[in-house]
């Protein structure tokens, strides 16, 4: 079953806190091995109905028995939260959080590696000032390229949960809908590169962060 696989999990996260050294582990300052309370069953239903669509099985199942959010990869996971505008990730306790989801967005279709084809085309076309008669020319088709350019760019991110502030504006994402759903992919764009897949799925992602850390501690 889902839940097994997160067997004693919480347990082994908590008690990384009382490790010696243990804020010397990356992002251990931005989340100190805290984790936030586990949601109920009417939450998950509550949230997955902003949502549109199920959660994936191995995310709900974290949720339902290891916590909201809190101690995780990086500077710690975003927790889902309701608010007045309905449910969203947020980074309930963390010092350092990835930008807020709200659950309405992230039900949307996921269609990131599309958008990036649309993104390389349209940079290969970006209007160059030598090619117009007038300055205020060229300032309107630029004005209209860079809006279409960040429609593109925003559009990217929908699909999709920004869980985890990776640092330097580098983020890992858990996406929700298509095929691609309860994999969790990076975004790289900071560095001229994309939202990509990192070809795990999100209990493979966790549980090796924590053996890592279980071994950097024990070293």
Known sequence: MVEDMWAGVRERVLRLAERPESDKVFGARGHGFRLGPVMSEEQL???EADLGVGLPAQYRS???HVGAGGAGPHYGLMTPSLGDRGWQWRGV???FSAQSTTAEFAGRPFVAEVLQSEIDALDAREPEKEAFA??????HAHAAW??????LYDAQEAGAV???EQGCGYTSLLVMTGPHR???WEDLRPMDRGIEPTGHDFAHWYRSWLKRTEQ???A
């Open 146 to 151: 860079d809006a279409r350019y960040e429609e």
């Open 45 to 47: 239903r509550s949230l």
């Open 134 to 139: 007038t300055d205020e020319e060229f300032r």
């Open 216 to 218: 950097q501690l024990d």
């Open 162 to 164: 920004f869980l985890s």
């Open 182 to 184: 309860g994999a969790v």
């Open 93 to 95: 306790g963390l010092a």
């Open 62 to 64: 974290f949720l339902l």
